[in-house]
């Protein structure tokens, strides 16, 4: 046992899957570049007035980076880990290329409309509501982000091997915070408590705490690697 029903190899695993082992300044990297974001979004909030669905664009946009980065990686770096990830991340693509302009033709043609219309149309649409909002620069920031974490990935692929990215500690706890914060529904209902601020801290809170976790399982397991090693030696 590790934590609570925790296992030794679960451990190792969201430690791996989290991208390895990080060091201190990994740590204040992470720390720096969250606190960033997280200004730039408080920043949209205040001045471009964004709402609590413009606060999901930066996790969208750094899926989507991965998407695209991913098979141009594989095409630099043949490792076997990172071939299914690529072929899925192409599928996922190809299939939101095609639902996309399937139904950018059935709105053509129910409206009469020329799709290069409609797609310049939206295209404007999307990019006034992000801009207006002042979203840009927490995309900008949020991508960066991700693609500065990407040759740490890559190392750790090669240490530990796949998943290049996976489920991490930071989308669980985006999860489990709101449940915890289920007691601020009837001050959100009331409108005394913003839901873009209430969804804003969800989002700093569970970057923070995911770090945290990741940390204290990564100082738990040396420090059990370091009693293994000596009683190793004492046996020896």
Request: charged share 15%; with cysteine; hydrophobic share 55%.
């Amino acid at each position: 046992m590790l934590v609570n029903n925790l296992t030794v190899a679960d451990a190792r695993h969201i430690v791996n899957c989290e991208g390895g082992e990080l060091s201190a300044g990994d740590i204040a990297t992470e720390l720096i570049t969250s606190a960033v974001v997280a200004g730039a979004l408080a920043r949209a909030i205040w001045v471009g007035d964004a709402t609590s669905w413009h606060l999901f664009l930066p996790m969208v946009a750094q899926y989507v980076a991965l998407l695209l980065v991913l098979p141009v990686v594989y095409l630099f770096l043949r490792h076997p880990g990172l071939r299914k990830d690529s072929i899925g991340a192409l599928r996922l693509i190809a299939f939101l290329l095609l639902a996309g302009a399937i139904a950018l033709a059935v709105e053509s043609y129910r409206t009469g409309a020329p799709w290069r219309t409609l797609l310049d149309d939206h295209l404007r649409q999307a990019f006034r509501w992000v801009v207006d909002a002042e979203m840009h620069w927490p995309l900008l920031l949020a991508v960066a982000a991700i693609l500065f974490a990407i040759p740490r990935r890559i190392r750790n692929l090669y240490v530990h091997g796949p998943p290049f990215y996976g489920v991490g500690l930071g989308c669980a706890m985006r999860f489990l915070i709101p449940l915890l914060g289920c007691f601020l529904l009837p001050f959100i209902a009331a409108g005394e408590i913003p839901v873009v601020w209430v969804l804003w801290t969800i989002i700093v809170l569970a970057d923070v705490l995911a770090l945290g976790m990741h940390w204290d399982l990564q100082r738990r397991l040396r420090n059990l690697d370091g009693a293994q090693l000596d009683d190793q030696r004492i046996l020896s």
